[in-house]
């Protein structure tokens, strides 16, 4: 079983509407909480890094939360962009090393 | 500023064919990882370079799977031979010093292994 599972798998959302992707994590103990867009055939990139004791991290329209207590996460993207269309990688980083954990990612579309 | 550079972009090899996967990270960056997805499966880390030493190769699958940093800039990952199940996309990534330092990943070289 994955460390590190999303969902939903994929969604579909109305250009201008609010989303929020949620991951749940086994990682125990973690140095830090990463999510990442990666638009079609190309390489992940970094949105927010939030350390175990953070709860919130912003990055212009996309806003990142953390409960540590109950290993979830949540990306939620505020008035969604075409531009939005992507998978969001949940990464968990363990302490300790640096072999960050993956998950499947969340497929999101937006349309006009 | 380049970002992580990989090359070549595809690559469509036989079973039992060599292939030589390169990696340049962004300029000053000490660290270098390497990952493989697998379709319908999660990215997974194969290995760590701190300049030209290898950190961690944990992840690693096996003894085909051949990782070098000669000089500390450039990365080439060698798979020799391939098999079927070595296809995938391999992402290269780098980042400056620090657990928590932002990784910068390359577009990938998606490794078709018929």
């Known amino acids: 079983k994955n460390q590190v599972e999303q969902s939903p798998q994929s969604l579909i959302i109305l250009e201008g509407k609010n989303c929020t992707l949620q991951?749940?994590?086994?990682?125990?103990?973690?140095?830090?909480l990463r999510w990442y867009k990666q638009d079609t055939g190309r390489g992940p990139v970094s949105l927010t890094i939030?350390?175990?004791?953070?709860n919130t991290k912003s990055n212009g329209r996309y806003t990142a939360t953390l409960d540590a207590d109950t290993k979830q996460s949540s990306l939620h993207i505020t008035a969604s962009q075409l531009s939005d269309s992507a998978s969001y990688i949940c990464?968990?980083?363990?302490?300790?090393?640096?072999?960050?954990?993956f998950g499947k990612g969340n497929q999101v579309v937006v349309i006009p | 500023e380049a970002g992580v550079t990989q090359f070549p972009s595809h690559s469509v090899i036989e079973k039992g064919q060599t292939v030589t996967l390169r990696c340049d990270p962004i300029?000053?960056?000490?660290?270098l990882y390497w990952y493989r997805r697998v379709m319908g499966k999660e990215i997974k880390f194969l290995l760590h370079?701190?300049?030209?030493?290898?950190?961690?190769e944990s992840g690693m699958p096996n003894n085909r799977f051949l990782a070098e940093r000669t000089g500390g800039t450039y990365s080439t990952l060698k798979v020799q031979p391939a098999e079927l199940e070595d296809s995938g996309v391999y992402f290269c990534?780098?980042?400056?010093?620090?657990?928590?330092?932002?990784?910068?990943f390359g577009s990938g070289t998606q490794l078709s292994v018929l």
């Open positions: 939030m350390t175990f004791s953070e």
């Open positions: 300029s000053g960056h000490d660290n």
């Open positions: 990534a780098s980042s400056q010093e620090g657990v928590s330092r932002k990784l910068f």
């Open positions: 990464v968990v980083s363990p302490y300790g090393n640096n072999r960050l954990a």
């Open positions: 370079f701190v300049k030209e030493s290898k950190q961690d």
């Open positions: 991951c749940n994590y086994t990682v125990s103990p973690f140095s830090n």
